[in-house]
């Protein structure tokens, strides 16, 4: 796909989104559901200032992919916030890709059609620290065991990889970037 293409259809899916989001607010204003609507313009603020910080963190390759991850069918509906003061991440975008990358296919080929399956990444800016933690919910088949080919992939990028919590129903995992 060309540089023109990926753009023409960035902007496609983008403009479908919002006319989703304008649909939901006509919807809940013929009902009369005014608290609905505060809630939905709230939701699209806070991720629109999460979308605004993620274009800022250097790595055009992970947010482009974030951004446009739910545009593709997956089992998995992935969310992201930005927490902090963004610094750069340029140093670290091409690992830091391929790791996001391969987390969501790791979370996307164990997880179950039968059921509702999300994943909420954290980007958390501390300082000279960024972590970034991925809490799935939803059914899995994966096991502890089954995160060691990530936990190395982070190590051999100079990353540090842990895995907090997982059982059937959700897992926690987590990358630390220091000198962010």
Known sequence: ???????????????HDWLNTIQLIKGNLALGHYKRIEEIIEQITQKSISE???????????SLF????NWTSQKVDMNYEVIGEVK??????????????AIMDHLDRSSSFTSENSVMITFNFVEEICSL????????E??????????????????KGSLLHQDRYE?????????A
């Open 1 to 15: 796909m060309s540089q023109h293409d990926e753009l023409l259809s960035t902007i496609k899916h983008t403009r």
């Open 52 to 62: 605004s910080k993620l274009c800022n963190i250097h790595a055009p390759e992970l």
């Open 66 to 69: 974030l951004i446009g991850y």
């Open 88 to 101: 750069s991440l340029k140093d670290w975008a091409e690992p830091l890709y391929l790791l996001v990358r």
């Open 133 to 140: 933690t991925f809490r799935f919910v939803g059914k899995t």
């Open 142 to 159: 994966l096991k502890e065991a089954d995160w060691q080919g990530i936990i190395n992939r982070t190590t051999d990028s100079g990353l």
């Open 171 to 179: 897992c926690v995992f987590t990358i630390l970037i220091k000198e």
